[in-house]
């Protein structure tokens, strides 16, 4: 079978299809026939090492998995002795953000993993695209207390986490302003923002709204900038460390303070994640936004646009 592999921390380039030996499954693994993954900004940080100290978990000075994916849809082909919530033949999908080896053909997992029956009606290239995003997206919302009618500006609604945060704040009962790419317009406001802000045009730290809640899910602002946009004890909340990793002590600063605040959520429950979302696509509430799919023959080119950071929403790997 093929597998997206490599062996050293680097740029798209290190990486490498090769043929390996399909693997079996032991006591309390699946083994999946996958058929789509997504390459996403996670893959990107776990492929290129960054930021610098996730090495201390991801391997020091190498990598310790050499296999690439972080999510996974497909079907249940074996199942070892001892596994209860699936069986052979079952559609499935399942995240796992510090990596899983499902950029392959095949690949084993523990059934105790963050995974979920496929949605009714929709396909694995869909399931996989709403995991990601969407449970960075979900991890922002489940660590403040949002309330309905609640205002909240989306710094970049157009990428995995923001067109997922968007459709989520939606249901939450935000009230949303979103900044988009002007070719985007037309799909955030699908996707049921409020307001729009092009950011090709316009700055969005100069609107003159007041929000309970700044989400940066680009992680291309800084909370100096954003600060004029905040409520009293509004709170700014961002996908990336901000400059000089200012978002790891800013929330602590902040807290100490008091007034605006930062938050620096760090994601977990990733089960709880994809049954929410399981359940608000069959609602038809949260749908899948996919820009394009690659074979994995094509694994280089595919890293290479999804590190370019340009990718609207989520990028398929195809091993159908
Ligand atoms: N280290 C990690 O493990 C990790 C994991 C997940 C995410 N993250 C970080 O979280 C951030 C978001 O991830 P993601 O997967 O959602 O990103 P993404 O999908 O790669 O985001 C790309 C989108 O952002 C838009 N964008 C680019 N510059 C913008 C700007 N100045 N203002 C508004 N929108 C802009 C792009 O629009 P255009 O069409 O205009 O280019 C594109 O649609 C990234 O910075 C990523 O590095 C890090």
Redesign the pocket.
């Known amino acids: 079978m093929l597998a997206i592999t490599r062996t050293q921390y680097g740029s798209p380039d290190v990486l490498e299809v090769k043929e390996i030996e399909k693997p079996t499954p032991k006591a309390g693994e699946l083994l999946i026939k996958v058929h789509a993954t997504t390459i ?3 893959d ?3 492929l290129q090492g ?2 610098k100290l ?1 090495r201390l978990f991801f391997g020091w000075p190498k990598p310790k998995t050499h296999i690439m994916g972080t999510d996974f849809a497909g079907q249940v082909e074996a199942i070892g002795t001892g596994v209860s919530r699936f069986k052979v033949g079952d559609m499935i999908w399942g995240l796992n ?1 510090e990596g899983i080896a499902s950029q392959a053909n095949y690949m084993v997992v523990q059934e105790k993993e963050a995974i979920v029956h496929l949605p009714k009606g929709f396909s694995c290239a869909e399931a996989v695209a709403c995991a ?2 969407a449970h ?1 997206a979900y991890n922002f919302i489940n660590k403040i207390s949002l309330k309905t009618g609640d205002k909240v500006m989306l ?8 067109s997922a945060a968007l459709q989520l704040l939606k249901h939450f009962g935000a009230y949303v302003t979103a ?3 002007g ?2 317009i037309d799909l955030i406001k699908s996707l049921g923002a409020d307001r729009i802000i092009n ?1 090709e045009t316009e700055d969005f730290t100069q609107d003159n709204e007041r929000y309970q809640y700044v989400f940066d ?4 602002s800084s909370f100096g900038r954003c600060k004029g946009l905040l409520t009293a004890d509004g709170a700014y909340i961002s ?2 460390l901000g400059p000089g990793a200012e978002n790891i002590y800013l929330p602590l600063v902040t807290k100490i303070k008091g007034g605006k605040r930062v938050k620096f959520p760090f994601p977990n429950n990733k089960q709880e994640s994809l049954d929410l979302v399981k359940s608000l696509m069959e609602q038809g509430k949260f749908r899948a936004v996919i820009d394009r799919s690659y074979t994995i023959e094509q694994a280089i080119a595919a890293y290479q646009y ?1 590190v370019s ?6 990028v398929i790997l195809d091993l159908s």
């Open positions: 996403n900004r996670t990107c940080g776990i960054t930021p996730a953000d990601e995003g960075y710094n970049g609604a157009t990428g995995a986490i923001g900044t988009a790419n070719k985007n950011y899910a680009v992680g291309k996908s990336e999804v950071g340009q990718k609207t929403g989520n």
